[in-house]
T-cell receptor
Framework: QKEVEQDPGPLSVPEGAIVSLNCTYS??????FMWYRQYSRKGPELLMY????GNKEDGRFTAQVDKSSKYISLFIRDSQPSDSATYLC???????????FGTGTRLKVLA | DSGVTQTPKHLITATGQRVTLRCSPR?????VYWYQQSLDQGLQFLIQ???????AKGNILERFSAQQFPDLHSELNLSSLELGDSALYFC???????????FGPGTRLTVL
C-alpha cells in the first residue's frame, strides 16, 4: 500500500464549478501537508502548505486536513479553464525531510 | 518563476552513458532536493542536501549520486544509464528542510 493515495482522474468539470480533490495517507506521523499544481511538462508549483489539522484558505483555494481520518482535501471555487492541471498532494512527518507525494489528479475545467 | 534553475532542459543520450544534471536553488535557500518523475511512478524523492551535506535519502539507485557545492548549487550524476531512467528530473529548494519546497522547471532525460 502506498503511503499517500490519490485518485489519478481525469476529473472534468464545467467552468465555475467547485472542485474537490482528495488524498488519503497511512502514516499518522505526517504533520505537514501540501498541495502542488503542475502544468504539463512544468515543475510543480506550491499552492497550499498546512500544518496538522484544520482549514487554510487562499483566494479561491481551501485546503482541509482531517488527521483523525487521514484525509486531506483541496477545494477550488469558481474553477477556471486555467486551473486545468495535475494536482499533487504531499506530506511530511515532523522531524524528517523525506516528502511523500501522491501520484496526482488530473483536472480539466471545460469552458 | 520559482527562482530555482535547472540545466539542461532536455538531454538525450544512449544506454550505458553518464550524465550530469545541474540545479541552482533560490537565493537564500540552503536545502536542495532531487526528484524523479515518470508516468507510472509519479514524483519520487531521491535525495536531499542541506548546506553541503546529505540529509535524507529516498529511492535513489546506487548508479545515481549527487552533491551540493559550497555555492549551494547541486548536481545529480546518473551513470550506466538504462532505458528505464528516462524521466523528468526535478530539483526543489527550501530555506530549510521541512519547509515549503519550490521546484525548478525540470530536466527531461531520454535514454535511447
Amino acid at each position: 500500500q502506498k503511503e499517500v493515495e490519490q485518485d489519478p482522474g481525469p476529473l472534468s468539470v464545467p467552468e465555475g464549478a467547485i472542485v474537490s480533490l482528495n488524498c488519503t495517507y497511512s502514516n499518522s506521523a505526517f504533520q505537514y501537508f501540501m498541495w502542488y499544481r503542475q502544468y504539463s511538462r512544468k515543475g510543480p508549483e506550491l499552492l497550499m502548505y498546512t500544518y496538522s489539522s484544520g482549514n487554510k484558505e487562499d483566494g479561491r483555494f481551501t485546503a482541509q486536513v482531517d488527521k483523525s481520518s487521514k484525509y486531506i482535501s483541496l477545494f477550488i471555487r469558481d474553477s477556471q479553464p486555467s486551473d486545468s492541471a495535475t494536482y499533487l498532494c504531499a506530506t511530511l512527518a515532523s522531524g524528517t525531510y523525506k516528502y511523500i507525494f501522491g501520484t496526482g489528479t488530473r483536472l480539466k475545467v471545460l469552458a | 518563476d520559482s527562482g530555482v534553475t535547472q540545466t539542461p532542459k532536455h538531454l538525450i543520450t544512449a544506454t550505458g552513458q553518464r550524465v550530469t544534471l545541474r540545479c541552482s536553488p533560490r537565493s537564500g535557500d540552503l536545502s536542495v532536493y532531487w526528484y524523479q518523475q515518470s508516468l507510472d511512478q509519479g514524483l519520487q524523492f531521491l535525495i536531499q542536501y542541506y548546506n553541503g551535506e546529505e540529509r535524507a535519502k529516498g529511492n535513489i539507485l546506487e548508479r545515481f549520486s549527487a552533491q551540493q557545492f559550497p555555492d549551494l548549487h547541486s548536481e545529480l550524476n546518473l551513470s550506466s544509464l538504462e532505458l528505464g531512467d528516462s524521466a523528468l528530473y526535478f530539483c526543489a529548494s527550501s530555506v530549510d528542510g521541512g519547509n515549503e519546497q519550490f521546484f525548478g522547471p525540470g530536466t527531461r532525460l531520454t535514454v535511447l
